[in-house]
C-alpha cells in the first residue's frame, strides 16, 4: 500500500521532536503537523504585557507561544508553536529521583533507572545541558533561605537547555561538531518563557528538529489534526487517514494524508481531548484507560516582588536555581524579564467564590 508518510506525527514539542528526529533516521518518510506557527526571535514579545505576541488565543485572533487553560481548580501552561513546550519551557532539565522510578504504576515493568539512565543522557547532550554560571538576585536569596533554615547542601544551580558562551557573540554551532545551527551567547536577561529573542535558548528546534529537518522530515505549522481514521481495517493494520485544518487561516482550509503510523504527541492539553474525541468517533477500540491518571506537576506558583528599588529580580536564566527542601518537595526562584508584569496578577489575593464572577467581584472587594 502507497503511503503520503511512513510516519505523521501529531505536535512538534519534545515527544514529537525526539521522535520525528530517530524515525528520519531510521530512513522514513515522516511529516510532523504543528498547530501553532514557526515562530523566530523577530516574533516573540520583549515583555508578557504584549499579549497579542504572548498568548494562543485563536478566538482573538491571537497567535503566540503561550496557552493558558483554566480549570475549576488549577490552570495549564503549555506551549503552541513549532517547537511546543521548549519555546516557553524554563529551560531546567532535572532528572527524576529514585523515588520516580520506583512508583508502583509502573516499578513492576523494568528497573527504570538503570533502563532510562542512557536515554537521560543523551537528551541532556541534544539539548546542550549546561550548569546555570551565574545566581542571580533570586537565587541569591534562595540560597541564603537554604542556609537559614540548615539546607546548604541541598542548594545547587540548575542545568538549562541555554548556551552560555560569551554574552551577544554569535558562534558556530558549539554542540554538533559544526553540523548544528550557530548559536549566541546568554545575554541573562530572563525572556526565557517569552520565547529567547537572542539565539541562546537550545530550543528544539535548534536540536532535535533540526536534524530531523536534515534528515528529510517535513515540518507543516499552523496546522492542526481533528481525525486519525483507519484505513481498510478497523485496527489501523493498513494505515490511517489523518484530517487536518489550518490553524491560524481566516478562510477554512482543510487536507488530509495517509500514513503507516501515527505518533500522538500533542502534549497533553492536545492529545489527550484528541484521543478522547477519536474514541468516540473513529477509533472507538482505543482503551478505556485514555484520560485516566491525568495529574498535574503539583507545581504552586506564588508572586513575590520587593519595594526594594535596588534589587533586580529579572536577570538571569529563567529558573537558575532549586533548593530541595524535602524528598519529594522543591523551591525554585522563577523570573520572567524586565517589564513583564502579567505575573503581578498573581499576588492578587486568593479569594473563593461558587464561579469566576464572584470571585473576581470578592478580590476587588478585598482590595477596597
Ligand atoms: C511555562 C512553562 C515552563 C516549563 N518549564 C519546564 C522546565 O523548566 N523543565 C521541564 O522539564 N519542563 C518544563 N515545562 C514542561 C514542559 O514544557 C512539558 O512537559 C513538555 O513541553 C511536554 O512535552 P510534549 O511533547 O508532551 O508536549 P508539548 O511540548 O506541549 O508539545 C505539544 C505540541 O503539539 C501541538 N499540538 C497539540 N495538539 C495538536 C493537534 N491536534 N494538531 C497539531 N498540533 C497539535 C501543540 O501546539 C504543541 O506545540 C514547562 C512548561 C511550561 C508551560
Known amino acids: 500500500m502507497q503511503y503520503d508518510f511512513d510516519y505523521v506525527v501529531i505536535g512538534s514539542g519534545f515527544g514529537g521532536s525526539v521522535s520525528a528526529l530517530r524515525l528520519s533516521e531510521k530512513g522514513y518518510k515522516v511529516l510532523v503537523l504543528e498547530k501553532g506557527k ?123 537547555a541555554v548556551y552560555f558562551g560569551k554574552p551577544g557573540v554569535t558562534e558556530p554551532d558549539p554542540y554538533f561538531n559544526g553540523q548544528g545551527p550557530a548559536r549566541t551567547g546568554c545575554n541573562f536577561c530572563g525572556g526565557c518563557m517569552l520565547g529567547c529573542r537572542f539565539n541562546s535558548k537550545n530550543t528544539l528546534d535548534k536540536n532535535y528538529l533540526y536534524f530531523a529537518q536534515k534528515n528529510g522530515a517535513r515540518v507543516q505549522a499552523e496546522t492542526e489534526v481533528y481525525d486519525v481514521m483507519p484505513l481498510a481495517t478497523s485496527n489501523g493494520t493498513h494505515g490511517y487517514r489523518i484530517k487536518w485544518r489550518a490553524a491560524t487561516a481566516l478562510h477554512e482550509t482543510r487536507g488530509e494524508y495517509t500514513t503507516r503510523g501515527v505518533i500522538f504527541a500533542g502534549g497533553v492539553m492536545g492529545t489527550v481531548p484528541l484521543l478522547l474525541q477519536l474514541q468516540r468517533t473513529s477509533l472507538p477500540h482505543l482503551s478505556e484507560k485514555v484520560g485516566a491518571g491525568i495529574r498535574t506537576n503539583s507545581e504552586s506558583l506564588i508572586g513575590v516582588t520587593t519595594f526594594d528599588k535596588q534589587k533586580v529580580f529579572s536577570e538571569g536564566v529563567a529558573i537558575g536555581s532549586i533548593l530541595h527542601t524535602d524528598e519529594h518537595s522543591h523551591l525554585e526562584p522563577v523570573r520572567y524579564s524586565a517589564g513583564s508584569g502579567v505575573w503581578r496578577l498573581l499576588m492578587s489575593p486568593l479569594v473563593q467564590g461558587r464561579n469566576a464572577l464572584v470571585r473576581i467581584a470578592n478580590v476587588l472587594g478585598d482590595l477596597i
Open 38 to 160: 514557526w515562530l523566530t526571535a523577530r516574533d516573540f514579545p520583549k515583555t508578557n504585557w504584549n499579549l497579542k505576541k504572548w498568548l494562543w488565543l485563536p478566538a482573538l485572533r491571537f497567535y503566540g507561544l503561550f496557552k493558558l487553560t483554566f480549570f475549576r481548580h488549577v490552570a495549564v501552561l503549555s506551549g503552541v508553536g513549532v517547537g511546543g513546550g521548549s519555546l516557553v519551557y524554563a529551560n531546567t532539565l532535572p532528572v527524576p529521583k529514585a523515588k520516580f522510578f520506583q512508583a508502583e504504576t509502573w516499578a513492576h515493568l523494568a528497573d527504570w533507572e538503570s533502563e532510562l539512565a542512557p536515554f537521560y543522557q543523551t537528551a541532556l547532550t541534544m539539548m546542550g545541558a549546561t550548569p546555570n554560571p551565574r545566581l542571580e538576585a533570586g537565587d541569591l536569596a534562595l540560597q541564603q533561605l537554604a542556609k537559614d533554615i540548615g539546607k546548604a547542601e541541598h542548594f545547587q544551580p540548575t542545568n538549562v
